[in-house]
């Protein structure tokens, strides 16, 4: 699938299946390919385990890696000491696109998806990441309360009439955009195209088209 991509319109994600199944190994020759890399494995554990996860990503040469904002103070604080300012992104998931409000209150959390959203942004904000990653129905909402340079990476990301698969709050990568995202997730969109190549190169003229409106 890299190969059928041009690193000079994306850089690559490469997730728990693919990490698992391909080892540290797959960072190293996707960046041999030109590609930066967003290790998404949304690290979750006790602060020193997380801290040392951090350290052994950003030895990989990771461009941006991530931890879970509900992983709580203690533990963010502990990512970022490991990840020097200025290098390596480390961003913290807030609220994943799969959930809704009857899966948080399931789990205990009795607040809007909105709510939580707010809540670990602004913790992940005052620990000193560099952003989040949430929905892009929830950007406008986090850009007009945490501006710039804290960052908005959004997965769930369709094709206008696509199908949503397994995640409920999706968007188009035009109203991304509009509502202040940074960086954009697009998966099955070009994964799933019959031409990943063509599908990329329109999703970036769909990108380019928007940036001068």
Known sequence: MAKKLDPTLCRVKVGKELFVGGSP??????RDLGFEVFLDLKFHDIPNTVAA??????????????????GGRDMLLAAREAVAVGTTKLIAVTVLTSFTESALRE????????EQVMRLAHLARDCGLDGVVSSAREAAMLRAAIQTPFVMVTPGIRLPAAAKDDQVRVVTPQ????AGADYLVIGRPITAAEDPRAALVEIYSMINQENKI
């Open 25 to 30: 190994r797959m960072v190293r020759e996707l």
């Open 53 to 70: 996860a951090c350290k052994a990503a950003v030895n990989l040469g990771v461009w941006m890696l991530n931890v879970h904002a509900s």
């Open 107 to 114: 789990i205990g959390v009795p607040v809007s998806v909105d």
């Open 175 to 178: 109203n991304a955009l509009r």
